[in-house]
């Protein structure tokens, strides 16, 4: 089996300025979005995890490579996404991001150790999906706790998902919060 793509969707936005503050480093974050055919036939099914086995690596190596190589720089915090267009199910979007098949040929490109923080929903389309991102070699590192909001305005249509990794250089500009654990430490 193989996907069908309808599109796919690049995005790289730098903040230089928040708060009134000048970011004492710019912050870069991007993503990369593919738009394909809901894999999965209409109404349930009982096995999600064959066709996310033979499909996940090839979803992937489609997005992870293309979202490091489109934020440019070295990736300090990640996440991914699945949107599921009416028409779907919440568990098929879930069954294709949480598939190491998919997973590790992103955390291979953006040399991450730490599992990918996740945002799976069904939606219509054109609807928005919050992705949390979170540091690449350690999760409890606050500072890099984000969450980005993708949108495709035309995306997903039903029997469509909206699949997408994101990538950030940064954590969030102007962070200062105490490391994990500080505010019960004696």
Not at 81 to 99: K, M, P
Not at 124 to 141: E, Q
């Amino acid at each position: 089996m193989s996907i069908t793509v309808r599109k796919i969707v690049r995005h790289r936005e730098e903040t230089l300025r928040e708060n009134g503050q000048d970011v004492p480093t710019t912050h870069v974050v991007a993503w990369v979005a593919a738009v394909i055919d809901n894999p999965y036939p209409e109404g349930y099914v009982a096995d999600l995890v064959t066709i996310a086995d033979e499909i996940g690596q090839e979803i992937g190596a489609l997005l992870g490579p293309a979202c490091v190589e489109l934020l440019g720089e070295p990736v300090e915090a990640f996440g991914k996404a699945a949107l599921v267009g009416l028409g779907g199910e919440l568990e098929q979007g879930s069954a294709l991001i949480h598939n190491l098949r998919f997973g590790n040929e992103f955390r291979n490109a953006a040399g991450g150790t730490e599992l990918l923080p996740a945002a799976e929903k069904v939606g219509i389309t054109g609807g928005p999906i919050d992705v949390p991102l979170k540091h690449k070699l350690d999760s409890k590192t606050r500072s890099h706790h984000q969450t980005i909001t993708i949108v495709v305005p035309d995306a997903p249509r039903p029997r469509e998902i909206l699949v997408a990794c994101v990538a950030a250089n940064a954590g969030r500009p102007l962070a200062r919060l105490a490391t994990f654990g500080a505010e019960v430490a004696k």
